[in-house]
Each structure stands twice: as structure tokens, then as C-alpha cells.
């Protein structure tokens, strides 16, 4: 049964209680490039790879061959969906691909991505970064219209809009529209059709999208345009950053090159600050540098509001690293590698066990005793969300002779949930949603805690703070949640003032 309210039974948001225990938070990945010349199921593959940190629960990659779609999808790593058998049945001339972290619809096969719908024009595959909050009276608008859905997520009612659209009469381009103005909430998009790519985002822009270019041919004179969520999706195939989509425009490439529309009046970017935090790759370009330098910075400013005296920096990695190396900078404090991770586990990380739950961070992080012992100790990370990271952290660095341990955060307190394409849980599992930073201290066991000031966030990224959705941090939605959409996830009446 498919149910009304979207967050009402077990297939959404996503998975059981126990699965989601360890879940880390992500976004999905989108790709899309039209090069006849090319093999563009491979680079796909290469982009997705790159994009592989934003979404583990599944991967897809879809391809046109003129009027043909060859489509292969499935739960898993990129690297565990395809082969090159599998790349070489996706021959085409374009294609899009996806990797996937469910925020609506549960994770399985039925609901990985792209999404494929027949038109009066054809197909379309879609693939989509981002949630819609009006999910709930779309697929009841579509669901009146006798469209046939196959799957439980918010992706695949864009996808059914569209087509209901061109279905309509209308041409890819003005049905696509008129289906992006039925949409609410956070969506990235990019659209495989038989002519040519779309490359989409809502009006706020609230996950990231670009644009590359990529010189193609025996004689590398032909260019063509590649659509990534980050510029590290470019940058492993080869291709040049060329600029962002921008919030609430639809990039139209074909084989005539590409065409811009501006396709809502009210464009209001609210790109998300924890895409800069700690989603994107480090390498990847946002704001006209790498994350690397806003992280950094980060930890410049981190280290200046709340200096503390202590003999060695070390970073939670893999994303805690560069605030650490800013600290370090700024206080004069020495940075050293206390923590070492195993380089094959990935973020998702579900543990079968209770006792594997509670010991799990050794599997993922090992302490370095002899650079440890006996000192007192800076640990930064990027975020604390459920606080279950930190304090087996603090607990394992103890155990290996740490004399104190301060906390450092480059980021403020997280006390909202999030419904714009990041499943974080449920307010009442955010550690800083109930607890004050002191109680939060004593909770995780370190001697000192201290968050990042919004303030020091914002100012740090050297743009307009006006520009960034920070409702995590907040509870100032950008985008209004409907009611009953927000009764799912945002439950306490009142949030501790930290
Ligand atoms: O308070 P918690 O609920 O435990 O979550 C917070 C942790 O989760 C993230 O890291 P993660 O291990 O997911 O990925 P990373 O290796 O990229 O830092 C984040 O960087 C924090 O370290
Ligand atoms: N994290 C995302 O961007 C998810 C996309 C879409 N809402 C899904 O659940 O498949
Ligand atoms: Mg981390």
C-alpha cells in the first residue's frame, strides 16, 4: 500500500529504526553528459565514483541511444553496481546517473535511481538530489490522474509531472516547467531524454549543481557539457569547471550546445551551509574555492572564539581535518594524526550488533597511543549530530593515555532536522536539540566543549549570509513544511537554548 502521508508508514522516510542507527548524513549524487563521441556510460561510472561520499545505498546509470533507453540500476557502491559488461550494454549518446541516500521512499532496488517514464516523446530518466516537501499532494494529484507509479519516492513524481505534462502537448522544455512549478521544497536535477540533458535546480538552490565542459574527439575539438552535483565529478573525467546552475534556472544541452532559461520569477538562494561543512568533498569548488580553504578557515575562526591550552590538535577524519590543521594554525598548537582510519570503510556504516555499536568506531577509527599518551588533547570535528561519534571518540582517546580532552566544533549546535534532502533524524535523536553545550559536555565525557558561532560560520564563507540555508542550526526553514511533514521529524515542543 502506498501511503498518503509520506512519513506516516515504515517505506518512508527510508528504513527501520535499527537500520538507521549509524546512518551518516548525505545527500545524493546527479550526473549528466551528452558526448556522442564518447563512451558515456563510463564516464558516467568515473562521475558517480567521484560522487560516491553523497549517496551508498544504490547506484544508476541511464543512457539514450536516439530514441532507445538502456537503464541499469541497483543497491549498492558504484563500484559494486557496474562492471564492464554492464557499461558496455549502456551504449548512447547521453546519459545520467545517480547515486543514491533515501530521504523519501525506503532503501530498496524499486526506489534506486534514475527514474525512467514514457512521454508521448519519449522517455526520461531522472535523477534527483534533494526533497520535496509537497510529496504528499503531488503523488495524490498524480495518483487522481491514473499515472503509474512504481516506486515510493518523491523523485519519481517529478519525473510523472513532466510527463503528464508533455503528455499534455506541451514540449520537453515547457512541460518540464510547468511540472517544476508543482514542485515544493529541494531539488537538483539532472533529466536524460532522447534529445538532449537538462540540468535543473529549484528556486534556491539548495543543493549544489554545475556545469563542466570537456573537449571530446579523436582531435579533442568537439566540446561538450557535463552536469555534476560537485566539481569533483568533473574533475575525475577530465572536464573544466565552467560555472554553477543557478538557483532556479534549467540548462537545456543538446547537440546545438547549451541554452539557458530562467524559469521561476522568485529565485532566493539558500545554498545548503552543510554541503560546504561537511556533504561535499573537500576538493570540490563551491563559492569560487575549494572546500578545503572554507574549512580551514573554519578552524581559523573556531580556534579564535574558543582558545584553549593544550599540547597537540588532532582532527576527527575523514571531514574534521581541515578545521583541525586551522586551529593548529591559528592557536599555535601542534597538529598531529592521532586517529587512524581504515581507509575501506565508508561513511555508511550499519553495525549488526549491539556490542559492535557500542566498540564500532575502533573498526572505523584506531587512536595512536604513543601520540596520544600523556597529553592533553584538541580534538575539532566538522558537526555532532546524535553525539554517538564523539563519545566513543572521547572514551577511545582516554584509553590511550589522553591526560584532557577538549572538544572543538566547526559548526554550531545542530537542533533541527533537516527536509530539504538530508535524512537526519528525528529532532528528539539531536543530541543539542534537548541538551544545553554543558550537559552535552558531560555527556560525551571531555573536558571542554565549544560549537562554532553561526556568526564565524557565516562570515567565513565571505558571501552573503542571507544566501545559505542554515535551518539545522536554526529552525528558520527557507522552504515552509507542511504540517504533518513537519510532525514527522520535528517533535519537541521546545529546543534547549545553547
Ligand atoms: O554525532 P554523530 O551522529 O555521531 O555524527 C557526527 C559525525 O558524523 C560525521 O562523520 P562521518 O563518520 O559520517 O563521516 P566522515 O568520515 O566523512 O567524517 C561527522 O563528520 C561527525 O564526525
Ligand atoms: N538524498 C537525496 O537527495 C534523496 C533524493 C530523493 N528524495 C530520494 O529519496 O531518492
Ligand atoms: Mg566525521
Keep these: 500500500m502506498i501511503p498518503n502521508d509520506p512519513f506516516s508508514c515504515d517505506d518512508y522516510p527510508g528504513m527501520s529504526d535499527e537500520a538507521r542507527i549509524d546512518k551518516p548524513e548525505e545527500a545524493c549524487g546527479v550526473f549528466g553528459i551528452l558526448a556522442p563521441e564518447e563512451d558515456v556510460a563510463k564516464l558516467t561510472y568515473f562521475g558517480l565514483y567521484a560522487l560516491q561520499h553523497r549517496g551508498q545505498e544504490s547506484a544508476g546509470i541511464a543512457t539514450f541511444e536516439g530514441d532507445r533507453v538502456h537503464l541499469h540500476k541497483e543497491m549498492g557502491l558504484v563500484s559494486q553496481v557496474f562492471n564492464e559488461v554492464i557499461l558496455k550494454n549502456l551504449p548512447g549518446n547521453l546519459a545520467v546517473g545517480h547515486t543514491r541516500y533515501s530521504t523519501t521512499g525506503s532503501s530498496r532496488v524499486v526506489n534506486a535511481q534514475p527514474a525512467v517514464v514514457e512521454t508521448r516523446l519519449g522517455s526520461l530518466a531522472l535523477a534527483h538530489n534533494g526533497n520535496l516537501v509537497n510529496t504528499a499532494v503531488l503523488r495524490e494529484e498524480l495518483l487522481e490522474s491514473n499515472c503509474n507509479l512504481v516506486s515510493t519516492t518523491d523523485s519519481e513524481l517529478i519525473a510523472h509531472a513532466i510527463a503528464e505534462e508533455v503528455n499534455a502537448g506541451y514540449d520537453w522544455l515547457e512541460g518540464a516547467i510547468r511540472a517544476f512549478h508543482r514542485c515544493r521544497g529541494a531539488f537538483s536535477l539532472t533529466i536524460g531524454t532522447p534529445v538532449g540533458i537538462m540540468g535543473v535546480r529549484d528556486p534556491n538552490g539548495i543543493r549544489p549543481l554545475v556545469i563542466g565542459t570537456i573537449d571530446t574527439g579523436e582531435d579533442g575539438r568537439t566540446k561538450r557539457y557535463v552536469l555534476s552535483s560537485e566539481t569533483c565529478g568533473l574533475d575525475i573525467i ?20 547549451l541554452a539557458s532559461f530562467h524559469w521561476t520569477q522568485q529565485p532566493k538562494r539558500k545554498l545548503c551551509i552543510f554541503e560546504m561543512i561537511y556533504f561535499a568533498r573537500p576538493d570540490s569548488i563551491m563559492e569560487g574555492e575549494s572546500l578545503y580553504s572554507y574549512r580551514l578557515r573554519l578552524g581559523r575562526h573556531l580556534a579564535e572564539e574558543s582558545p584553549i591550552d593544550a599540547d597537540i590538535v588532532i582532527g576527527v577524519p ?11 594554525q591559528t592557536s599555535g598548537i601542534p597538529y598531529a594524526e592521532g586517529l587512524i582510519k581504515n581507509r575501506y570503510v565508508g561513511r555508511t556504516f550499519i553495525q549488526p550488533t549491539q556490542k559492535m555499536r557500542e566498540t564500532g568506531i575502533r573498526m572505523k577509527l584506531n587512536p ?33 593515555g589522553a591526560t584532557e580532552v577538549h572538544m572543538r566544533i566547526s559548526s554550531p549546535p545542530v537542533t533541527h532536522p533537516c527536509f530539504y534532502g538530508i535524512d537526519t533524524d528525528s529532532q528528539d535523536q539531536l543530541i543539542a536539540a534537548t541538551k544545553s553545550v554543558a550537559e552535552i559536555a558531560k555527556q560525551i565525557d571531555v573536558d571542554s566543549l565549544a560549537y562554532l558561532s553561526r556568526e564565524g560560520m557565516l562570515k567565513a564563507t565571505g558571501e552573503d549570509p ?27 515542543e521546545k529546543v534547549a537554548s545553547v
Design 238 to 257: 577530465g572536464a573544466e569547471y565552467l560555472r554553477d546552475v543557478e538557483p532556479g534556472e534549467l540548462v537545456w544541452i543538446t547537440d546545438a550546445g
Design 318 to 328: 575523514d571531514s574534521g581535518i581541515p578545521a583541525a590543521i586551522g586551529y593548529s
Design 368 to 400: 595512536l597511543k604513543d601520540v596520544l599518551g600523556g597529553k592533553r588533547i584538541v580534538i575539532v570535528d566538522d558537526s555532532i549530530v546524535r553525539g554517538t561519534t564523539s563519545r566513543k571518540l572521547v572514551k577511545a582517546l582516554r584509553d590511550a
Design 466 to 492: 542571507q544566501s545559505f540555508c542554515s535551518a539545522c542550526f536554526t529552525g528558520d526553514y527557507p522552504i515552509s513544511v507542511p504540517e504533518p511533514v513537519k510532525r514527522s521529524k520535528l517533535i519537541l
